[in-house]
Nanobody, 121 residues
Framework: QVQLVESGGGLVQAGGSLRLSCAAS????????MGWFRQAPGKERDIVAI????????YYADSVKGRFTISRDNAKNTVYLRMNSLKAEDTAVYYC??????????????WGQGTQVTVSS
């Protein structure tokens, strides 16, 4: 049974930082591309960042470039999202996803339950 469990969300003031974690189990983690998505109230779920198996390739949405960093620790089966200089518009539920392909749409194989990030202005 595959499980992706996010943690690290919370309430932070604008300009602050958070680090999200996603612990994976039940899948060959090193073989999966990992991504972070977010969904704000009333909006679609959008890609935030992606990292491939060996960290050689990453992708960032334009809205987070230069502020967010995705990384992974294959020994710990964990993917991280470091978020700096947070803005009110970053407020959303953040989801971790695992897939076999590097893709920008939401057709990923496995999803976490999400963690809320709220940025107060």
């Amino acid at each position: 049974q595959v499980q992706l469990v996010e943690s690290g969300g919370g309430l932070v003031q604008a300009g602050g930082s958070l680090r999200l974690s996603c612990a994976a189990s039940g899948l060959p983690f090193r073989s999966y591309v990992m991504g972070w998505f977010r969904q704000a109230p009333g909006k679609e779920r959008d890609i935030v960042a992606i990292v491939n198996w060996g960290l050689a390739d990453t992708y960032y949405a334009d809205s987070v470039k230069g502020r967010f960093t995705i990384s992974r620790d294959n020994a710990k089966n964990t993917v991280y999202l470091r978020m700096n200089s947070l803005k009110a518009e970053d407020t959303a539920v953040y989801y971790c996803a695992a897939g076999k392909r590097f893709r920008l749409d939401s057709q990923w194989d496995f999803w976490g339950q999400g963690t809320q990030v709220t940025v107060s202005s």
